[in-house]
Every structure is written in C-alpha cells, then in structure tokens.
C-alpha cells in the first residue's frame, strides 16, 4: 500500500457526505491507499496526457478513480501541487454517428481546463461508473512521469452528478464494444476543435486487469 500522509486531500461541500469522507480520511490515515499493480509505478510506460479509470482500496472500500498522466507542463499550467486544486467538474454523455464518449471536463483556476474523454463502451469506464454510482466517491490521480510525484484527491459527487452518473451508468451498459484504435481516432478528431486554455487527455485501456498492489512502499 501506499501511505498519502501529504499527498491526498479530501475535497467536499456536501454536508451528507461529511461523515462518509471522514471516515474516508480515517481509513487512508490507519491503511493507505492500495492501487491497481500497473499504477502508478509504471507511469513511463503510458503517454503524457492519458487517463485511466482505474478502482483504489481504501481499507474495505473501493473508489472509483481517473488517472491522469501529465506532464511537467500542465502540472504547472494547472497548479496540481500540495495542496492539490479543486477544480469544478463536469460530466457530458456525447452521442456521434459512429460512438459514443463521455467527457469530463475540470475547470481550474484562471480558466485553465483539462478535458477527459473516456469510452463508455469499455469494461473499466462501466466499472467506474458502477463504482462512482455506488459509493458517491471519486478520486483523481495526477501522475507525473517525469518528476516522480503523486498528487490524489478524494471527493464525494453532489445529487445532480451522482444521478447522472447513475443514469449514464445504466446506458454504458447497452452500448455495443467500439474497438480502442476507433475510439482513439475519432476522439483525437472531435478535440481538434478545443480551446487553446484547454488540454485534451486521451482514453487509455490497454493495461489487461490485474490484482490489487500492496507495497510498502511510502511516499514522502
């Protein structure tokens, strides 16, 4: 497991959740937070500006989370440092004649945007959702492969997120498979038309399932 003692922070302003996110905060402080093998530890091995929905322990929970591999650039453009930001989030479910993508879009301070783009129609984007939908928790991992840091923060999704969440979860269910080679290019093709302020992180799913990691590894 990886012990986050300075490197997490609990984002919310949901008074419904303020006792789930501290007992959150509990469980990372007694356990750490155990990550998928593959990550982070293997950061070098994914493009910069790719994301991965990836599920986190915590404890006997599991949360939904998106990793976002950066490069040095936006983690400075952006601000992603101690203490991490908190952008506002926003969700899209966009429909096109040959797939679908869901879009996520956090806005930071001084208009300075990254959009995500994952694919409804893969397992690990299902499983997110489901997971999201489930416990109302999500986290971000910023990971920068060329300085080594690990930036995370857990947040809890307000009412109109979490049914949307929910709602889109149920959809994702009945897409049919849209191979990642033409999720790739027809989503490189939609991001031509982004601002200049915003930074378009490519879907990323070649990673086959693995177990859990546990480490003892601790991050100063």
Not at 136 to 156: I, P, Q, R
Not at 173 to 200: M, V
């Amino acid at each position: 497991m990886i012990k986050l003692p300075d490197l997490f922070k609990l984002l919310t302003k949901n008074r419904e959740m303020a006792q789930p996110m501290a007992e959150l905060k509990r469980k990372i402080d007694a356990s750490g937070v155990d990550f998928p093998l593959e990550l982070p530890g293997k950061a070098g091995d994914y493009p910069d500006r790719t994301v991965v929905p990836r599920l986190v322990r915590v404890g006997d929970e599991t949360i939904a989370g998106l990793f976002l591999f950066c490069p040095e650039e936006d983690m400075d453009y952006c601000k992603i440092r101690m203490p991490p930001p908190e952008p506002a989030i926003k969700f899209r479910f966009l429909e096109y004649e040959s797939f679908s993508v869901i879009e996520v879009l956090l806005a930071f301070k001084h208009d300075r945007q990254m959009v995500l783009h994952l694919n409804p129609s893969a397992t690990s984007v299902k499983d997110f959702l489901g997971t999201c939908g489930k416990t109302g928790l999500l986290s971000f991992h910023y990971v920068c492969a060329t300085s080594g840091v690990l930036v995370s923060a857990f947040t809890d999704v307000d009412g109109e997120h979490l049914e949307w969440i929910k709602r889109n979860h149920l959809r994702s269910l009945h897409l049919e498979t849209t191979p990642g080679r033409k999720f790739s290019i027809a989503s490189a093709t939609t991001a031509k038309g982004f601002k200049s302020n915003q930074r378009y992180y490519k879907f990323a799913d070649g990673v086959k399932r693995q177990r859990i990691k546990k480490t003892a590894t601790e991050k100063p």
